[in-house]
């Protein structure tokens, strides 16, 4: 659980928990909550940059080329709508909308899966797939520029090892866990 940090950020020890808080609750130390603040304050910066970037050149949020770039990774270019919400960590109903909006735009359509009625695939389009070819090298600079080039080869592998440990902690495999694509 995060607290409040009341003491200056040069505070050498944790500061006092917010009034009225579970005095046993285990707060962030002083270090700990630098490192969250800037994680936080990074990767909200990292996805505005991304989104803009997206935006300018291709009129699209950053959401939609991700979705864009797994359906041009899959055999056929075209994904259950599930897996698609799974590789996205989306909701069903977002990527729905998300698919809906690629369809208005003519670089996704949607088919119907012939061994399950319920079932749908999303398929990239010929137009969706020029779309990314065009808009992937100003997007892999954007990337580049605001994190690879400010990082050492060192940093760039260590960043990588700790957002893996980070995303296997949070996909629980057993039956019933509450994640994004389940709902």
């Known amino acids: 659980m995060e607290r409040m940090n009341t003491a200056p950020t040069s505070a050498p020890h944790a500061s006092a928990p917010p009034a009225g808080a579970a005095p046993d609750a285990r707060w962030l130390t002083d270090g700990e909550q ?6 936080i304050e990074a990767t909200t910066l990292l996805d505005d940059h991304l989104d803009r970037q997206l935006q300018r050149d291709a009129g699209m949020p950053h959401i939609y080329y991700g979705l864009l770039v797994a359906l041009a990774e899959s055999p056929r270019r075209r ?4 897996e698609l919400a799974m590789h996205a960590k ?5 990527l729905s909308h998300a698919v809906s909006r690629l369809e208005k735009n ?5 088919e119907d ?3 399950d009625k319920r079932g749908q695939f999303a398929v990239l389009t010929t137009e969706g797939l020029a779309v990314l070819e065009r808009t992937a090298p100003g997007h892999v600079a954007a990337v580049r520029g605001a994190l690879f080039e400010r990082l050492t080869p060192e940093q760039q592998k260590a960043l990588g090892e700790i957002m893996e ?12 866990a509450d994640l994004p694509w389940l709902r």
């Open 34 to 39: 630098r490192v969250w603040r800037s994680y």
């Open 79 to 82: 994904l259950r709508m599930t």
């Open 90 to 94: 989306i909701t069903r109903s977002r």
């Open 106 to 110: 003519g670089w996704v359509h949607r």
């Open 113 to 115: 899966c012939p061994d």
């Open 165 to 176: 440990i980070v995303a296997e902690g949070l996909q629980p495999s057993e039956a019933g």
